[in-house]
Every structure is written in structure tokens, then in C-alpha cells.
């Protein structure tokens, strides 16, 4: 699951995402050591573009529920993924060192770069080895940076939460028997997952049902596009409860239609015109919203010998992520392909997409809509 960040009192000038690898982060045990992998990517805005000095990551050192890890410095690795070309940073190299009750890992450039959405730098930290205390570990991200041109560095800060769960806890392959069903039809959920936390799933507009008990779930009759979020929550431990979410999506086909007084003279056509989509630019996000239930369709491309290119798509409704929807291309080792890109979308939803590539990437979507209502752009 990926972790976005948490400002704090300073907005930072970057925009950041972590994810660990694994998604579920274990605690370790006498016999079983968990190791952890963490990606931060680091993104800039086209609007406000931004200079930066350095970018420090702080895990929170220790064997309470509130701490990461005991790895002492020198048994990390580090590994920078882009911002070798000058104008990226000229290359970055990074500096572990425990300071207190943190492990500091420092990301510094060659070049002073400026972040103005066009690219992307992923800071590797790995090998980190979890402590065998159940909790919730804070990781705080700090930056160097001034707006561009204006040479002012400050100091700004994010956080991230961290969950570490018990050892035996696991939960996945969230998966629907059908992605596209007729109006009305139903879809058998199913999952993995162990005993212990509480399993709620969530569909539709505030609709919820507790499935603690089971692992396969049959849904009610879908009359429009529907997206799952299957939550784990475990509070257990006494602290902050541990919160583990997965989502999923079905596409319903010729959704349910609601009409008052109707009268039709001529040609009726239920599947709207197509349209183009405004994508945003590589490293950059925008918010669009349905007018209509309806599919994205499209592709993805990195550039030949380039780093992956990824987009995320998180649909929100009714100020609720409702899923995500993830897509990567990676042509580093071979000729350019193309990955093919499909996200259904319900009407009245709010649409963020984030296309994490770089200059000469590829993002290409047109909206299939299943009514009158177009895909627009939106300012959030």
C-alpha cells in the first residue's frame, strides 16, 4: 500500500510517496528476521517548481512499538533510482548515520536540481531490519529546499506512518470472479488473509459489512460501476490501531438509469462520444470528474532505456478514496512497449491521476462514457 505523506507545520515544496516493500510490514521474531524495503519517489509541481539541497529520511530507531528498527547504519543500503542527468541532480549520493534515537539517511545531489514536475528521483533504503514490537513507527522525511530562483533554503517536513504488524498477519490477493458484469448481475469477492484483525468491506456510496468470518464474500446486484475496499484493522496491541486497506473495481455494463418522463424520436445511443483526455505531464497530477459512469482507456509508455513509468489513478467519492488503480511500464532493459491502461469510473466521482514518468514518457487516455456526461478537468 502506498503511503502518501503528511505535511507539517511548513508544507513542503516536494510531493512525496512511500512504499514498502512488502506492502504488510511483519515484525520480526526470534526465529523469522523481516527484512524491509523502502521506496521514497520524489516529484515536483510544474506550478510551483522548487530547488533542493538535500532530503533526509529519519527512521525511528529502537525496540518499542513506537521505533522501526535496531540496523545500525552501516548494515543499510542505499541505492538512488534517476536523477543522474545534470539538470536531475548530476547524480545523488547518500549518507546513513544514527543520531540520537534515529537513523538518519541523507540524499544529497551533485547538482542542486529543480524539481519542476518534468521527472522523478526514488531514494532506495533497504535491508532494514524490523524490531519485533507490534506499533506504529513515524518515519519523518525532512527537506533543503527554496522556491526556484529564490536561493531562501528551508527546512520543511513530512511524515509517514508506518504500521508493523504481527508476524503471522497477512492479507491479499483481493480479487472479484468477474471484472465486467451485465446491469444487475452480482460478482463473487474473495481474499487470503489470517485470523485475528477485524475485516470490513466497503462498496458503493457508504455501504459496509463486516467479513471477519470469511474469506469470499458474494456482492449484492451491481447496477453501476463499483469499486471494493477490503479493510484489516487490528487494535490489539493497545496503541493506535493498525489499519491495512485493499481495493479492487468491477465495471457494470449499460448501468442502471434513472428517468422521470422519457420520450425518445430518432436514434438512441447509449454509449456516449468519445473523448480525449487532457493528461497531465510527466512527475505531475490533475483532477478531473465524471460526468457520466464510464472507462478510461489508453496506454502507458516509458521512454526506451528510461526508468519505469507509472500512473495512478485513485478514484474519490463522496470525499472517499474509494480504489486506486496502478500502472507501470518499464522499458530500461528492451524497445519501448506499450501497457495497456483500463479504469472504470462511476458518475460524480472525483478522478486524481498522478503520472510518475519522465520527459519522452508516454500517457494516452480517452474516455468511454456510457451516458451524455464528459471527463473534465477539474482545480483541486
Given amino acids: 500500500m502506498i503511503r502518501y505523506a503528511r505535511s507539517g507545520e511548513e508544507e ?3 510531493t512525496y510517496t512511500l512504499r514498502p516493500v512488502p506492502s504488510v510490514v511483519n515484525v520480526s521474531t526470534a526465529d523469522d528476521v523481516e527484512d524491509l524495503r523502502l521506496e521514497l519517489t520524489v516529484t515536483g509541481r510544474a506550478e510551483a517548481a522548487a530547488e533542493c539541497e538535500w532530503v533526509r529520511i529519519a527512521l525511528p530507531y529502537g525496540a518499542e512499538p513506537e521505533h522501526l528498527t535496531l540496523t545500525e547504519p552501516g548494515d ?13 541532480g548530476n547524480g545523488w549520493s547518500a549518507k546513513a548515520e544514527r543520531v540520537g534515537g534515529q ?16 521527472f522523478r528521483v526514488t531514494f532506495v533504503v533497504s535491508y532494514i531490519v524490523v524490531n519485533e514490537a507490534v506499533g506504529t513507527a513515524v518515519l519523518t522525511v525532512t527537506e533543503s529546499t527554496a522556491p526556484a530562483g ?10 509517514f506512518r508506518v504500521d508493523k504488524w504481527p508476524a503471522d498477519f497477512h492479507v ?54 463499483t469499486g471494493f475496499m477490503l479493510v484489516a484493522t487490528d487494535d490489539s496491541s493497545g496503541g493506535a490501531p493498525l489499519v ?33 483526455v487532457a493528461t497531465p505531464g510527466p512527475g505531475a497530477s ?22 519505469g513509468s507509472t500512473l495512478a489513478a485513485t478514484v474519490h467519492r463522496a470525499g472517499t478514496n474509494e480504489y486506486t488503480m496502478r500502472f507501470t511500464s518499464d522499458n ?14 462511476p458518475e460524480g466521482s472525483e478522478v486524481l491521476l498522478h503520472f510518475g514518468g519522465q520527459t519522452g514518457d508516454t500517457l494516452r487516455l480517452v474516455w468511454l462514457p456510457q451516458g451524455a456526461g464528459a471527463f473534465e478537468v477539474i482545480d483541486r
Fill in 76 to 88: 543499510l543500503w542505499t541505492d538512488i533510482e534517476g536523477g543522474t542527468d545534470p539538470e536531475h
Fill in 332 to 345: 530500461s532493459s528492451g524497445p519501448p512497449t506499450e501497457t495497456p491502461v483500463s479504469i472504470p469510473v
Fill in 172 to 225: 491479499g490477493n483481493f480479487r472479484p470472479d468477474k471484472v465486467t458484469v451485465g446491469n444487475g448481475e452480482s460478482v463473487t469477492l474473495s481474499w487470503e488473509r489470517s485470523r485475528g484483525p477485524q475485516y470490513m468491506l466497503y462498496w458503493g456510496e457508504n455501504e459496509s459489512e463486516d467479513v471477519s468470518q470469511c474469506s469470499s464474500w458474494p456482492s449484492p446486484k451491481l447496477e453501476r460501476t
Fill in 150 to 159: 529564490g536561493r531562501d533554503y528551508h527546512e520543511r517536513h513530512a511524515t
Fill in 286 to 307: 490533475q483532477y478531473y470528474r465524471a460526468g457520466t459512469d464510464g472507462t478510461l482507456v489508453g496506454y502507458l509508455q516509458a521512454a526506451a532505456g528510461a526508468a
Fill in 103 to 118: 537513523v538518519l539517511v541523507t540524499f544529497e545531489p551533485g547538482r542542486e536540481p529543480e524539481f519542476d514536475g518534468s
Fill in 12 to 14: 513542503p515544496l516536494l
Fill in 244 to 276: 491495512h486497506a485493499l481495493t479492487t473495481a468491477v465495471t457494470v455494463e449499460r448501468p442502471h438509469l434513472q428517468v422521470g418522463n422519457l420520450e425518445v424520436n430518432g436514434t438512441t445511443r447509449m454509449q456516449g462520444t468519445r473523448q480525449q
